[in-house]
Nanobody, 118 residues
Framework: QVRLVESGGGLVQAGGSLTLSCTASKSVSRITLFEVMGWYRQAPGKQRDLVATITPGDITNYADSVKGRSTITRDNDKSTLYLQLNGLKPEDTAVYYC?????????WGKGTLVTVSS
C-alpha cells in the first residue's frame, strides 16, 4: 500500500514563502518508480486543481497560476517530494494534496492546509 504524507502547511502572510513536503511510505523502494508525482490544491468550494507535476526524468509542469513563483523538486534518497511556493497570494489559500501515479493508479495524501493572509 502506498502512503503519502504531506507536511509544511500553515498560515503565512501575503508575499511570503512556504515549502511543502510529501514523503512516500517505505512500501515504495524508490519514488522514481512513480510514473509522475505532483501537487494539487483545493480551495473551499472549488474543485481540486493541478499545481505542479514532475516525472522521473525531472520534466516539470506548472499551472499558470503558480508558474514563475513555485518550484517542484524531489529528493529520491529521502523519498520526498517538495513544493516551494514564493510570493504567496490570498488566492493560494487551499488544501494542498500530494499525488503519485503507480501502474496507472492514483495515490493521494490527506492534504496540508495553506492559508495566506492579506
Amino acid at each position: 500500500q502506498v502512503r503519502l504524507v504531506e507536511s509544511g502547511g500553515g498560515l503565512v502572510q501575503a508575499g511570503g514563502s512556504l515549502t511543502l513536503s510529501c514523503t512516500a511510505s517505505k512500501s515504495v523502494s524508490r519514488i522514481t518508480l512513480f510514473e509522475v508525482m505532483g501537487w494539487y490544491r483545493q480551495a473551499p468550494g472549488k474543485q481540486r486543481d493541478l499545481v505542479a507535476t514532475i516525472t522521473p526524468g525531472d520534466i516539470t509542469n506548472y499551472a499558470d497560476s503558480v508558474k514563475g513563483r513555485s518550484t517542484i523538486t524531489r529528493d529520491n534518497d529521502k523519498s520526498t517530494l517538495y513544493l516551494q511556493l514564493n510570493g504567496l497570494k490570498p488566492e493560494d489559500t487551499a488544501v494542498y494534496y500530494c499525488n503519485a501515479v503507480l501502474f496507472d493508479v492514483d495515490y493521494w495524501g490527506k492534504g496540508t492546509l495553506v492559508t495566506v493572509s492579506s
